[in-house]
Nanobody
Framework: QVQLVESGGGSVQAGGSLTLSCAAS????????VGWFRQAPGKAREAVAT??????????YYADSVKGRFTVLQDSGKNTIDLQMNSLKPEDSAMYYC??????????????????WGQGTQVSVSS
């Protein structure tokens, strides 16, 4: 049974940083796709970043709203996918979810193509 668990959320001031982590059991981050999504109250869940995990270290894709501020990377030793978030803004406040897909992705994948989801971790950024 596949289980994804997010951690690392919290409250920070604008301009601060947080690193979220997505840990998997029953799933190996190898030659597949992992996405980070976020959902603010009253808004649709949106893709933030995607990483295609493969032997070359993976390829990454980002939403325009987070490019240059967020970095998604794989920690093979811990079997986690981390989302490093810098220069946080109040509009980054949301519940953040990781998701895993068997699809080999070459861009941000829509949420409908993911097979497994975590329960989410809350990020709050104050001005």
């Amino acid at each position: 049974q596949v289980q994804l668990v997010e951690s690392g959320g919290g409250s920070v001031q604008a301009g601060g940083s947080l690193t979220l982590s997505c840990a998997a059991s029953g799933w190996t981050f190898s030659d597949n796709c992992v996405g980070w999504f976020r959902q603010a109250p009253g808004k649709a869940r949106e893709a933030v970043a995607t990483i295609r995990t493969d032997v070359s270290g993976g390829a990454t894709y980002y939403a325009d709203s987070v490019k240059g501020r967020f970095t998604v990377l794989q920690d093979s030793g811990k079997n986690t996918i981390d989302l490093q978030m810098n220069s946080l803004k109040p509009e980054d406040s949301a519940m953040y979810y990781c998701a895993a897909s068997r699809v080999r992705c070459f861009s941000l994948l829509p949420k409908t193509l993911y097979d497994h989801w975590g329960q989410g971790t809350q990020v709050s950024v104050s001005s």
